[in-house]
């Protein structure tokens, strides 16, 4: 049921005002045996051309009612903009404010791109659309929704494919029924993130994507584990490699990104953190036989530690190969301070590992 904040004496000019004819609407229905969950209020919206305080006055309405009262809300969004030109605009622009502030529904033009986008828009900024899936389905002009139906029956690929963490472990469990552990990490797990990974170099698919998938993987891992160990098999990993933001450097999103591939990739990651000193990397190194060092910088001035961790790596003679990364680097600069490798993302952090490991292929560490 649909609830308008008016009563006889018309729309109350203020949020107090509307609050109060919704706790009475709310009341009356309660009478009437009508619970509050089903309950739309809508606080009215009025066109700013004849009051440029209207809109303000119904979003404040509307956080009101929902903090007060824990009713679902409703709003026709075009009348704001009546009398106007540009209207579309206008009624964009609204619709994104009044869904960012927490609007459950509301009336507008499913045709209008403009209208489609605002709502997209608005529920990412407002933290409502997970793993930003509605966003970039949006953007693809697909419908914005990734997920799968409760009866839909999917390939362990494309669970991992729209990132449905919570069906890996289960379909990963139903296929280890007839296929061999190692075999499903061969067939299935490597080759759909090698795709992921391919689509997110060519813009085709985005960060979230990408992370979604990453840990979906682990969840599918986690059932191969499972039998590995039941069946008295050692899980071996492909390598071991550190990786650490360099001393100074407080960022290390990229470099947990880079982890979270690697080791779905079956690497063992050893990860120092952030602002880690060249000292601790250095023994890290000597300490785990290491082949392969990831190091990030995302700010100028921290990359002079950067360069300083490679040339002790050198000084002392270790064997292990150096991979630099972070949105100040370019591979000129990579060159110019000694790094083997110049990574741009975690895929080429992950061919880089491949390269390096390469006679490891055939082992892994779920």
Do not use: W
């Not at 809300?73 to 009546?82: A, D, E, I, K, R």
């Not at 023994?283 to 530690?305: C, H, K, Q």
């Not at 360069?307 to 060159?335: F, H, N, P």
């Amino acid at each position: 049921m649909v609830g308008l904040t008016l009563d006889e004496n018309g729309i109350p000019e203020t949020p107090e005002g509307r609050l109060a004819v919704a706790e009475k609407i709310i009341r009356t229905a309660a009478s009437y045996g009508i619970p509050k969950k089903d309950i739309l209020i809508d606080p009215l919206t009025l066109t700013v051309s004849s009051d440029q305080n209207a809109a303000r006055t119904t979003l404040e309405s509307l956080v009101l009612i929902k903090r007060t009262l824990g009713v679902k809300t409703l709003l026709g969004v075009s009348n704001v903009s009546f009398g106007l030109p540009d209207r579309e605009s206008l009624n964009a622009a609204f619709c994104a404010l009044s869904v960012y502030h927490g609007l459950d529904a509301a009336i507008l033009n499913p045709g209008s791109a403009a209208m489609m986008r605002a709502c997209l828009n608005a529920h990412l900024l407002g933290g409502r659309d997970e793993q930003c899936r509605g966003y970039i389905a949006g953007a693809a002009g697909d419908t914005p929704s990734l997920s799968a139906g409760p009866k839909e029956e999917l390939s362990l690929e494309e669970i991992v494919l729209r990132g449905l963490q919570e069906r890996a472990y289960p379909a990963t469990k139903r296929l280890l029924e007839t296929d061999p552990p190692l075999e499903i990490i061969d067939q299935h797990l490597i080759p759909i993130l090698n795709t992921v990974g391919t689509g997110f170099e060519k813009g085709e698919i985005f960060l979230p994507q990408l992370l979604l998938s990453a840990e979906t993987v682990k969840n599918a891992f986690e059932a191969i584990k499972e039998q590995l160990c039941k069946n008295g098999e050692a899980t071996h990993s492909k390598g071991r490699i550190v990786l650490a933001t360099v001393h100074g450097d407080i960022h290390d999103i990229g470099k947990n990104i880079v982890r979270t591939l690697l080791e779905n990739y079956g690497y063992d990651v050893i990860d120092l953190g952030k602002d880690v000193p060249t000292s601790a990397i250095i023994e890290a190194v000597e300490n785990n036989a290491i082949r392969l060092v990831g190091l990030s910088a995302l700010m100028t001035t921290t990359v002079p530690a950067m360069a300083e961790a490679i040339a002790e790596i050198k000084r002392r003679g270790l064997s292990c190969k150096v991979m630099v990364g972070g949105a100040v680097l370019t591979q000129k600069y990579a060159d110019l301070i000694g790094a083997d490798f110049y990574v741009r993302d975690a895929m080429a952090a992950a061919r880089c590992a491949n390269q390096i490991f390469g006679d490891c292929k055939n082992t892994y560490l779920p």
